[in-house]
């Protein structure tokens, strides 16, 4: 007998065979979020209620920490977006920059991502220095963040002494200049005043200064974990209070194997899972600061 197949028939079978496979995709996709421990959902709305313990606590009793995940890292650069985005940076400016790495030798080679921002050291290079040339303009707050004293911090010498200080190449300077300046209309998004370490920053300024990653201290204070973190499509960012044995952050440094780019003794507070600890030289050769 001989098997009449209309053209209708045939495009019916092949929807309905995309349609099981994307099925089984789907369940294949479901299956791998559920063994790893957490989906980023979940991780994120776990690291928000520890945000909201650490919250209650008095300050000098938090100290904020960040975990990244190099595995989950797929190097689309959407944190890289964000940190712009969020503290309205000029062009050529980010505080958050994410290497390409490549580690051992053919045929045995892996290549993998790695995201850092200021590493809010506990014994900061930077500090130090900027304090013989401008005493006050960086400081260690109570809860680990390192910060910058805008009223101190104008000088391009203090901003010199302290990027050259820093191992991790984390400070950058802001002349305030616009994206859209150039093209018809600088756009209003553009024009929105950002607010860092309780300094009022705005562009189109006259004058420049330094800048560094604050683990987005803004939002943080107001329950929100860092824009990085929140639009990390991998779910390879975790942030969150150390001293809090119950948060994420302390249950991965503790249960996990970590490892921090410490070769100058300066103590980062940020913790990487998987990868290895490069040189930072060697990985600072990227960097555009
Ligand atoms: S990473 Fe650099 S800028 Fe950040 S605290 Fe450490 S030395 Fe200072
Ligand atoms: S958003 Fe997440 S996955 Fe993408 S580059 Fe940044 S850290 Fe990596």
């Not at 860092?226 to 150390?242: E, I, K, N, R, W």
Request: charged share 30%.
């Amino acid at each position: 007998m001989k098997l009449k197949l209309k053209r209708r028939d045939f495009l019916k079978g092949a929807v309905a065979l995309l349609g099981t496979l994307s099925l089984f995709r789907g369940v294949k996709i479901y299956a791998k979020v559920k063994d790893s421990k957490e989906g980023v959902l979940d991780q994120n709305v776990r690291m928000l209620k520890d945000l909201e313990r650490a919250l209650a606590k008095p300050v000098e009793e938090r100290k904020w920490g960040m975990v990244i995940d190099v595995q989950k890292c797929i190097g689309c650069r959407a944190c890289v977006v964000a940190c712009i985005a969020e503290n309205n940076l000029p062009p050529g400016v980010t505080l958050r920059q994410v290497f390409e790495v490549e580690d051992g030798e053919y045929p045995e080679v892996k290549r993998y991502f790695k995201p850092t921002n200021c590493m809010q050291c506990d014994d900061p290079p930077c500090v130090k220095e900027v304090e013989k040339v401008a005493p006050g303009a960086m400081y260690k707050r109570a809860d680990g963040i390192v910060a910058v004293n805008y009223s101190k911090f104008k000088d391009k010498k203090a901003f010199e002494v302290a990027q050259k200080a820093c191992p991790f190449h984390a400070l950058y300077w802001d002349t305030g200049d616009f994206y859209t300046k150039g093209t018809p209309s600088v756009q209003p998004y553009e024009n929105r005043k950002v607010t860092e370490f309780n300094h009022e920053i705005k562009k189109g300024r006259k004058e420049a200064f330094g800048r560094k990653c604050h683990f987005c201290l803004h939002r943080i204070e107001n329950g929100l974990l860092p824009a990085c973190v929140s639009t990390c499509t991998g779910g390879a960012m975790y942030f969150g209070d150390l001293n809090d044995p119950d948060s994420l952050v302390s249950k991965l440094v503790k249960e996990r194997k970590t490892y921090r780019l410490e070769m100058l003794s300066v103590k980062p507070r940020i913790y990487y899972l998987h990868g290895k600890q490069e040189d930072v030289e060697e990985l600072c050769g990227q960097c555009h600061g």
